[in-house]
């Protein structure tokens, strides 16, 4: 390493400030919905300068595209029960918990809303719809590799993924354990 550089610290500043930041975006979309606030407000809350943001992220949509991602995949990480029907049992049960969280209903807000803000939204919706895809197909795949018969991931988003995304956006139903073994068990 030459003098004039220095080594990054994983975790250091710079996972703070990026930290700050996401539960700046997450804490306002909660209070005011997408689309209400600017870059300079999520400055201000997460205690950085608004060049801070746009040097890492560039703009607002990519941002929120991070924030959404980074909540996706710390939030629900892939269980390996041994079995397809525990890992989807355990699995939907942890997506369940992640949407009606405290931030839950935001971040999905924040997915839904980002799909819908032209070409940069609709770039956003597909790495999101990708990962949560990629995530299930690893899944599927291990249940494969044991001779278990797996749906497809487009069929977990179907039958498991939408009803319980639709309930908590629209209002209609608790996800109950009851309800989301349902889903399950009516897939399989």
């Given at each position: 390493?030459?003098?004039?550089?220095?080594?990054?610290?994983?975790?250091?500043?710079?996972?703070?400030?990026?930290?700050?930041?996401?539960?700046?975006?997450?804490?306002l979309i909660s209070e005011r919905g997408?689309?209400?606030?600017?870059?300079?407000?999520?400055?201000?809350?997460?205690?950085?300068?608004?060049?801070?943001?746009?040097?890492?992220?560039?703009?607002?949509?990519?941002?929120?595209?991070?924030?959404?991602?980074?909540?996706?995949?710390?939030?629900?990480?892939?269980?390996?029960?041994?079995?397809?029907?525990?890992?989807?049992?355990?699995?939907?049960?942890?997506?369940?918990?992640?949407?009606?969280?405290?931030?839950?209903?935001?971040?999905?807000?924040?997915?839904?809303?980002?799909?819908?803000?032209?070409?940069?939204g609709q770039q956003a919706r597909d790495?999101?719809?990708?990962?949560?895809?990629?995530?299930?197909?690893?899944?599927?795949?291990?249940?494969?590799?044991?001779?278990?018969?797996?749906?497809?991931?487009?069929e977990v988003l179907d039958h498991i993924?939408?009803?319980?995304?639709?309930?908590?956006?629209?209002?209609?139903?608790?996800?109950?354990?009851?309800?989301?073994?349902?889903?399950?068990?009516?897939?399989?």
């Amino acid at each position: 390493m030459n003098d004039g550089q220095r080594a990054r610290r994983p975790g250091g500043r710079s996972a703070r400030v990026g930290a700050e930041v996401h539960q700046a975006v997450t804490d306002l979309i909660s209070e005011r919905g997408y689309g209400n606030f600017t870059v300079g407000e999520v400055a201000a809350r997460a205690g950085v300068a608004d060049s801070s943001i746009y040097r890492r992220w560039g703009s607002l949509e990519t941002l929120l595209t991070d924030v959404a991602l980074t909540r996706l995949n710390t939030r629900s990480p892939m269980p390996d029960t041994g079995s397809l029907a525990g890992d989807l049992r355990t699995y939907a049960a942890q997506v369940a918990r992640e949407i009606t969280g405290p931030e839950g209903l935001a971040v999905v807000r924040l997915a839904v809303a980002l799909s819908s803000t032209g070409q940069q939204g609709q770039q956003a919706r597909d790495d999101l719809l990708a990962e949560r895809t990629r995530q299930l197909q690893s899944m599927l795949d291990r249940a494969g590799e044991r001779g278990e018969h797996a749906p497809d991931a487009l069929e977990v988003l179907d039958h498991i993924m939408a009803p319980m995304y639709i309930r908590v956006l629209l209002g209609v139903g608790r996800l109950t354990p009851e309800y989301v073994d349902g889903l399950v068990d009516r897939l399989l």
